[in-house]
């Protein structure tokens, strides 16, 4: 390895946040800012890190300071009208350090009464499709499109999306997984800005922000039609073969 490869490392993850960071904040709506008037000062012990590899344990510690934040930035949100009958907001669990973010639809019941995602029973066939990954619940990271239970487990409306999308954006930024899985058609479409349905969606790699994604059907649509498990099955074989890769 060249003695500039480390530095040359660390300026492209910047660069990769930088775009992220912005990307999110276009989909909060804001699009400019003004300019500051000088540039801050760089103190001697930042100056001292620049250039500098982080290691393995401080990008941990950064990524689950990041995630903190962010769920303190979302607050108790009031953003969209599902806050008006939620029982608990479901920021999402796992792994920091995963290489894999799983994307579902929104909380259901079981999820709105304990505050976490996928513990009902499409959350047991989840945690058996993990499982079959190799990897345990604790070791990936489990999120949703809408982080409060729709009325009636209705399809999210858009703008309740829409608000929503900025601390997933934020969410995965702060994760830098080697893969997504979008789970079901609402959050797979959503993420690739398609109208096609999941049955074209899936069985193909696409990717996001440069994240290869894969798309699968929802675990409760699983469970109401269990011959598309051997389909679901293919699809994890593709996200097992990108991340060991």
């Given amino acids: 390895m060249s003695p500039n490869q480390p530095i040359k490392q660390a300026l492209l993850s910047t660069v990769t946040k930088l775009r992220w960071s912005l990307t999110s904040l276009h989909w909060g709506g804001i699009v400019d800012w003004p300019r500051a008037a000088s540039p801050e000062p760089i103190s001697a012990d930042e100056s001292s890190c620049v250039g500098q590899p982080a290691t393995e344990q401080e990008n941990s510690t950064d990524r689950e300071r990041a995630l903190r934040l962010i769920q303190r930035e979302l607050g108790n949100c009031t953003r969209c009208r599902l806050h008006q009958t939620r ?10 350090r995963t290489s894999i973010v799983f994307v579902g639809e929104g909380p259901g019941y079981d999820e709105d009464q304990q505050g976490r995602p996928f513990v009902g029973k499409a959350g047991k066939l989840l945690d058996k499709m993990i499982k079959a990954l190799g990897f345990g619940r604790e070791q990936v990271y489990i999120c949703n499109m809408v982080k409060c239970r729709p009325p009636n487990n209705r399809t999210p409306n858009s703008d309740e999306i829409e608000a929503c999308s900025p601390f997933l954006v934020k969410q995965i930024e702060a994760i830098r997984p ?18 096609s349905p999941i049955s074209r969606l899936r069985g193909k790699i696409h990717h996001w922000r440069g994240i290869p994604l894969v798309a699968t059907f929802h675990p409760a649509y699983l469970l109401r039609n269990p011959s598309q498990k051997s389909a679901a099955w293919q699809d994890l074989i593709e996200l097992h073969r990108i991340v060991s890769s």
């Fill in 87 to 96: 029982t608990h907001i479901v920021f999402g669990e796992g792994s920091s």
């Fill in 178 to 195: 080697q893969a997504i899985c979008a789970l079901g058609a609402c959050s797979a479409q959503n993420l690739l800005r398609s109208s």
